[in-house]
């Protein structure tokens, strides 16, 4: 229940989305990770299988586009890059180390967020056209020179969808007073104030 | 089996009666129930009963002829009478008279075969004469002509010849016999050919092209099309034409095409093949179409057309071998 | 020839640990002669009644080769080429028999991500164990000569076996039994090898001078080989790839990568509990708070 002086971030629909892609990415990344290295081939028992495993991660993995495609709509506008994104990533070292003081002001999305929204939008793009030229349930035998530099791009793509999701959800955890942001839709004006100034004098000039 | 084809005596089988003694009563050749010894004793009344003339005395009272494995070969011309059974009569060499100068001497009395002896025919090997027919008598040793001598050639028993002519095919993409400049000898005069299959042939210039019909390695003639393991390896009915040609009719590999005779159509897939080339025939150029035969309208494998509906109804005129690799037709695009 | 049990399987797909090697074997191989086959297909009919298959009939699609590709019920197909050489005026009528080499670097082996569906035996024969087949597809894309097809009835993998069944038991494949012309012979890698090249050179007294054995070495070597009229040039028998290799793609896709991607993975999340230990989370000061 909002109080008085929460800002909203996220209406419900936008949450709903949100979670929609987050539990697919698991069942998705997880079944596909079953088959990048042997070493993770046991996770295909969370699938029923090898086979089942082989058969859900498509559906899956398509399921993920579809709702990010929605997530992409409502926010691409807000996620354009610009100058003063460059001069945050300049920063970015030191806020690492924990010293937040020197950091330009930014709107609803820091440069780190932008980052991880074009990522996650280039990546899931390859791994969707890459997926299939080797999908066979619903798709012709591609050439065979082309399904090899597919599967290659597609393993590409999905280690760096999974690095960008743990940095996502690590900056989630670690910047206290975010993840409200996405399971209630509302954050506090002094998170606000401290880590999106400008979307908060936004937020609060209305 | 050996045994029944060789022959036995359902009945006593008695000697013609003596012309010296006509009143004594006749011997006893060979006893009911006996094997016969060889085609000599068969008779057309019933008494005797025989798989194969040519094997009787392959199993005779003595035994199973064809089990013996003596090696003596006492003329040293590897004649081994007693190793086996040669058919008929055990005979090892036919026309063995030949041997014999006419007057019955051996031609090389170091490689002595059959001779007379003064009253019979005899030697290493069963005599292919009437053994009593002896040099006086001018028997010749090629006991199946009258005149008792070889041949080049067969002489009052073929419809043509007896040297070998050519002629054309009588659906010939070429106007003219080149080896025989008579016009009534493009083909065959002496052939056979019935009013009505001749109305049928057709001419180059509505079926240019020479097609001939063959068979393939996957199939036995009709019968394998209702086998699935030889259909899976050659399914659908083909015909194949050169490369030349499939250029002038815009065919490529894999359309299905209508092949035309004066008697009929069929339709089938067209293969393009290096393998077949125009042919240069006296300055006219002649494609061939290829039409393999093992389909039909009923059978696991793709039903096809009978090769047949395209084929002339006229046959070799000695033999009447029927002119199926021979004839005219025009191809196209199905 | 011993039984092939757990002791002679040497590799094993998308295993990562090493497989049973006190077993000490010995390789076999396969040749086939491509001047002695008269492409009659026997071979094709042995290996599809010896292994009960039953593949459906297709349609002449203008070729001679019938079925026109392999499928997952015909594991051996005889390709037929016509090659002209115009400047010589001949005209070589060339039939292959396709089918798996039995590489002794298997590509399909490589690519597989099931953990075995696929085994190499001691005595070279790569087989397929369908059980533990996916079905992925991964085989056909890992393969240097696109052996491997996917059954659309049952999506597992299926190719020649170089008849395993019959080998461990000390028969020879169906294939080689049944070839009508001694194209097909088998026995001792070794052996093969060196029939082969005298075969080679027999060829090449009969004026076929670029005549020679097909034993790839970019795979390791095979245990299918080829004695070629022409093995200067492969590719004229239907696309018999020239020095095949498996693809650096492949090799890419399913090599020392894999392994360290898994290790950034893994680190990424446990550098991130380390660096929350160390730094400390991010979050409003006590005053601002109240204050707001």
């Known amino acids: ?39 993770l081939f046991f996770l295909s028992s969370l699938f029923g299988g090898g086979t089942w495993s082989r058969i859900l991660h498509p559906y899956l993995g398509v399921l993920m586009f579809l709702c990010f495609l929605g997530m992409y709509v409502r926010l691409w506008r807000e996620n354009v890059i610009n100058q003063q994104d460059k001069a945050w990533m300049a920063k970015a070292g030191e806020m690492f180390k924990g010293n937040k003081a020197g950091m330009p002001p930014v709107g609803k999305y820091n440069a ?72 209630r839709g509302t954050v506090s004006p002094g998170w606000a104030k401290m880590n999106h100034p400008l979307w908060y004098e936004e937020m609060t000039r209305k | 089996m050996l045994r029944e084809i060789n022959g036995r005596a359902l009945a006593d089988v008695m000697a013609p009666p003596d012309p010296k003694n006509p009143k004594e009563p006749p011997k006893v050749l060979v006893k009911a129930g006996e094997q016969l010894p060889g085609f000599g004793m068969l008779r057309d009344d019933g008494s005797t009963a025989c798989g194969n003339w040519i094997y009787s005395g392959v199993w005779s009272q003595a035994g199973n002829n064809s089990a013996r494995r003596d090696t003596s070969d006492p003329s ?39 001779a007379w002896n003064g009253t019979a025919w005899a030697g290493s090997d069963v005599p292919d004469i009437n053994p009593a027919l002896g040099p006086d008598t001018g028997a010749g040793p090629f006991i199946m002509t009258p005149e008792g001598t070889a041949r080049l050639f067969a002489v009052g028993l073929m419809a043509e010849g007896p040297l070998p002519e050519h002629y054309e095919p009588f659906e010939t993409p070429v ?17 056979r050919v019935y009013k009505g299959d001749m109305e049928q042939f057709g001419t180059s210039k509505e079926f240019p092209y020479a097609a001939t019909t063959y068979r393939l390695t996957e199939h036995f003639h009709y019968w394998t099309k209702n086998s699935k393991i030889n259909a899976v390896t050659q399914p659908s009915q083909f015909v194949e034409i050169g490369e030349e040609l499939a250029k002038e009719k815009g065919l490529k590999n894999g359309d299905t095409v209508k092949v035309k005779s004066n008697r009929g159509e069929i339709k089938a897939t067209v293969v393009v093949t290096k393998r077949i080339k125009g042919l240069d025939c006296n300055g006219k150029k002649v494609h061939t179409v290829g039409i ?22 006229v ?3 000695n033999s009447q071998t029927p002119e199926f690799k021979a004839f005219l037709v025009n191809i196209e695009k199905a | ?101 039995h590489c002794a670097d298997p590509g399909c082996l490589k690519a597989c991500p099931s953990p075995g569906a696929i085994v190499q035996y001691s005595n070279g024969i790569v087989d397929f164990k369908q059980e533990n087949c996916i079905g992925c597809g991964n085989c056909v894309t890992g393969c240097p000569f696109d052996i491997p097809r996917i059954s659309k009835k049952d999506n597992k993998a299926y190719k020649c076996t170089l008849c395993s069944d019959r080998v461990s038991v000390g028969l020879e494949p169906a294939c080689v039994k049944t070839c009508p012309t001694g194209a097909i012979v088998f026995g001792k890698k070794e052996d093969m090898v060196s029939y082969g090249n005298k075969r080679a050179g027999e060829l090449k007294e009969r004026g076929f001078q ?49 392994p360290l991607a898994v290790f950034a993975m893994i680190g990424a999340v446990v550098g991130g509990f380390f660096h929350y230990m160390k730094v400390g989370p991010v979050e409003e000061k006590e005053d601002e708070k109240e204050s707001a």
Request: hydrophobic residues 45%; contains cysteine; positive net charge.
């Open chain 3, 210 to 258: 670029n005549a020679g054995l097909y034993n790839p070495a970019g795979v390791g070597g095979t245990h299918v080989m080829y004695v070629l009229k022409h093995a200067d040039t492969p590719e004229k028998y239907a696309g018999l790839p020239n020095d095949p290799s498996i693809s650096p793609l492949v090799s890419l896709w399913k090599g020392t990568l894999k």
């Open chain 2, 175 to 191: 106007s003219a016999n080149l080896m025989n400049t008579n016009p009534k000898a493009v083909s065959n005069p002496a052939a």
């Open chain 3, 1 to 101: 020839m011993t039984m092939q049990s757990s002791l002679d399987v040497i590799a094993r797909s998308a295993t990562t640990t090493p497989s049973p090697s006190v077993r000490q074997g010995v390789e076999v191989a396969k040749l086939i002669d491509e001047s002695k086959c008269i492409g009659c297909k026997a071979c094709q009919v042995a290996c599809s009644q010896w292994n009960e298959l039953s593949d459906d009939i297709g349609t002449n699609v203008g070729v001679y080769d019938n079925p026109s590709d392999l499928t997952d019920k015909s594991w051996t197909l005889m390709r037929f080429t016509e090659v002209e050489d115009a400047a010589k005026g001949t005209m070589e009528w060339l039939i292959r028999k396709d089918g798996c080499m």
């Open chain 1, 112 to 183: 780190g967020q932008k980052v991880v929204f074009w990522l996650m939008t280039g990546s899931l793009l390859v791994l969707l056209l890459t997926g299939i030229l080797f999908w066979h349930a619903w798709f012709p035998d591609f050439p065979i020179w082309a399904r090899r530099i597919g599967v290659l791009l597609h393993a590409f793509s999905a280690v760096v969808l999974v690095l960008t999701v743990i940095v996502h959800v690590y900056a989630a955890i670690w910047v206290k007073g975010t993840t409200r942001a996405m399971t």
């Open chain 2, 292 to 313: 393999p035969i093992h389909w039909g309208f009923i059978g696991v494998a793709n039903t096809g057309h009978l090769s047949n509906t395209l084929t002339p109804f």
């Open chain 1, 1 to 39: 229940m909002k109080t008085s002086n929460e800002l909203q971030r996220y209406d419900d629909n936008t949450r709903m989305n949100h979670w929609a892609i987050a539990l697919l990415f698991f069942a998705a990344g997880l079944s596909g990770l079953a088959f990048f290295h042997p070493s």
């Open chain 2, 76 to 114: 040293g011309l590897g004649v081994y009478q007693n190793w086996g059974f040669a058919w008929p009569a055990n005979r090892r060499i036919l026309y063995n008279r030949a041997a014999a100068t006419p007057d019955g001497k051996p031609w090389d009395p170091k490689r002595r075969q059959i």
């Open chain 2, 315 to 317: 046959g070799d005129a």
